[in-house]
């Protein structure tokens, strides 16, 4: 059964280009949260899809976007690419209807140059 | 922003001791996750409690959860050098159908071989 799983693994932009990150999530679940993580921080939430619609969004501004797929993965896209967006995003998947435990990914490291 | 926090913000112990990390958080919650993160990879989910436990074992950790005082504790025993990581408490409130995760910023353990 495989777990989360994103790519890539790392990535390294200029300024002002944009990214798209992808996300499968594990395997029966049918939510797919984003979350970015600055260096020495906790993660912290961007948004959140289920059946192919943002369903929450965090503190980010309209840069960042996101699409769920009828298959479940996601995918994060980032425009016009800051130096501050330099991160680790992590995926994070869930069942929606059930108090269970949100499974994470490896995550992409995301350096902005 | 970030609703958890842990504490301490850092711990060293020797291998075979007990390590207790502590988090509080400021409002009600449906249930409280812990994470592991190893070097700036993805979180590894550790244990997850819910609002109506108080608490709960899964090998050698033992978290415990007082939504009086808005705090939970992890509890690793006998702890191994390979315990060396970030851990973080992680509340899940929901709104609806609709939850997300609020981390804190994490306590990074050092146990010493």
């Known amino acids: 059964d495989a777990g989360v799983t994103q790519s890539p693994t790392h990535l390294i932009k200029t300024r002002g280009q944009q990214v798209t990150l992808r996300c499968s999530p594990k395997s029966g679940h049918d939510t797919v949260s984003w979350y970015q993580q600055a260096l020495g921080q906790g993660p912290q939430f961007i948004f959140q899809y289920y059946e192919e619609e943002e369903r929450q969004r965090g503190n980010f501004p309209d840069r960042f976007s996101g699409h769920q797929f009828p298959n479940y993965s996601s995918e994060l896209n980032v425009n016009a690419l800051l130096l501050g967006d330099s991160a680790l995003y992590l995926c994070?998947?869930?069942?929606?209807?059930?108090?269970?435990?949100?499974?994470f990914g490896q995550g992409t490291r995301l350096t902005v140059v | 922003s970030q609703q958890g926090e842990e504490d301490p913000q850092a711990l060293s112990i020797q291998e075979g001791e007990n390590a207790t990390m502590n988090c509080s958080y400021k409002?009600?919650?449906?249930?409280l996750q812990w994470y592991r993160q190893n070097s700036g990879r993805g979180l590894v989910h550790l244990i997850l409690i819910r609002s109506n436990e108080r608490e709960k074992h899964s090998g050698r950790l033992r978290v415990t959860l007082d939504t009086s005082k808005k705090s939970s504790s992890l509890l690793i025993t006998a702890s191994r050098a390979a315990d060396t990581a970030s851990y973080f408490c992680a509340t899940d409130k929901r709104s609806g159908a609709n939850s997300k995760l609020t981390f804190g910023k994490g306590i990074t353990l050092s146990v010493r071989p």
């Open positions: 409002t009600s919650i449906n249930n």
């Open positions: 994070a998947s869930s069942l929606r209807d059930r108090y269970t435990e949100a499974f």
